[in-house]
């Protein structure tokens, strides 16, 4: 089996993909910084293993990391080993820290964030609409970063003060980029910034998913105060990382498909249609690491050796022929059925997916009413990728508003 490096400048994910996916459902790869795992990268080879109790999140299972052989300072630790949440833990553990998040994440009660979610797009349509005609926007940094991240901020109770220093360590956090000699103190710095927002809501408790955490805990639920502060951690993370990228790749198709953001506009193919496209065509979401192998595990005509990690490659099973027909490449929202799996299958799919849907059905639609005539400063293929593994996300979205 042929090893395939993933990129660490992420500079063609698209080429990446394909290249995953001809690999077969199981492709060889490593990882920035030389480590070796295995990718799963066919749709229903995905499906099966995200639900296969073979497969389990405990690292203390991964070989290379029993030998030693990953260091602390390795780039993506924080995303291999994050600490005890929910991301970590199967079974028994998992149900009970995903419960306390789904429960505060369902359908009907992320509904009743839609007015808070649109008077918050408003305001930024409002600063832009102000904007000198002509003048390059970055939509990125003005639009598409501020709503996800105020919203998930509310609901977990993070004070708005604290955003600019979080964009600056979760940048860190995501990015292949970052020095070895800086990541130990970046972790210990978030671990220090989430702390502290727990102990502030320990002591002054409010309307929120944090505070509710805290009480929980306190009512029996056992919650410990790592897996408090790792959850909060996870969740405004995951919470805004998605919902940017999601915006961004959504416009990006759009401008790039001028007949078929015509059909969108005029009202002929619904804004769902739209979002539920783009995370099949150009997910948010390019790798999910990592998993663990508790016995050999047959995929496809090979098999995942008991001991080694796996990463989900969404980017490649996004695009797979077997599941999405000769098509699967192209950009179509007129696509039916879409049956994506960008929040993952099976009892680890994102408890967030709801709330980002909604975000996006807001933003997108509110977004073009106030500027149909929207165009990229740059052309799409000119658009930079962030050395980020697990995220597909620009560095910025210049656009001019017209």
Same mark, same amino acid.
């Given at each position: ?37 295995? &990718? ?174 805290? &009480? ?187």
């Amino acid at each position: 089996m042929t090893r395939i490096a993933l990129d660490p400048f992420v500079t063609d994910l698209d080429g990446e993909s394909v290249r995953l996916r001809a690999a077969g459902p199981l492709a060889e790869v490593e990882l920035p910084g030389g480590v070796h795992c295995y &990718a799963v990268t066919h749709h229903a080879e995905a499906r099966q293993l995200l639900t296969d109790s073979r497969v389990v999140k405990d690292i203390n299972v991964w070989n290379a990391w029993q030998r030693g052989e990953i260091p602390m300072d390795w780039p993506l630790i924080g995303l291999a080993n994050p600490g005890r949440s929910m991301l970590t833990v199967d079974g028994t553990d998992h149900r009970r820290l995903r419960t306390l998040v789904a429960q505060a994440l369902t359908v009907k009660r992320v509904e009743r964030l839609r007015a808070g979610i649109e008077a918050l797009t408003t305001a930024s349509l409002d600063r832009l609409s102000a904007l000198p005609r002509g003048e390059q926007v970055d939509l990125k940094a003005e639009f598409a970063y501020p709503l996800p991240m105020n919203v998930i901020s509310e609901l977990m109770g993070v004070d708005g003060a604290d955003h600019p220093r979080l964009k600056e360590l979760f940048e860190k956090f995501f990015s292949t980029q970052t020095p070895p000699e800086e990541v130990p103190q970046m972790m210990a710095d978030l671990g220090a910034l989430f702390t502290r927002i727990v102990d502030a809501k320990r002591e002054n408790p409010g309307d929120d998913l944090t505070s509710a955490l805290i &009480a929980a805990s306190e009512d029996g639920d056992h919650l410990t105060d790592e897996e408090i502060v790792n959850t909060l951690q996870l969740i405004v993370a995951a919470g805004h990382e998605t919902t940017i990228s999601l915006i961004v790749n959504a416009v990006v198709a759009l401008q790039s498909h001028p007949e078929q953001r015509k059909q969108v506009l005029g009202g002929e193919v619904p804004w769902e249609n739209v979002i539920e496209e783009t995370l099949r065509w150009n997910t948010p979401t390019s790798h999910v690491l990592i998993r663990f192998a508790t016995e050999d595990v047959e995929v496809g005509d090979k098999v995942l050796p008991k001991g080694e990690a796996l990463i989900v490659s969404f980017g490649a099973l996004g695009r797979d022929e077997a599941q999405y027909g000769p098509t699967a490449g192209d950009f179509d929202v007129s696509r039916s059925p879409n049956r994506h799996i960008a929040f993952g299958h099976g009892p680890h799919v994102c408890p967030g997916a709801a709330l980002s849907r909604l975000e996006a059905g807001v933003a997108l639609p509110a977004l073009y009413e106030r500027f149909p005539d929207l165009e990229l400063a740059v052309p799409a293929s000119e658009l930079r990728n962030k050395p980020i593994v697990t995220q597909n996300d620009l560095y910025d979205l210049p656009v001019e508003l017209g």
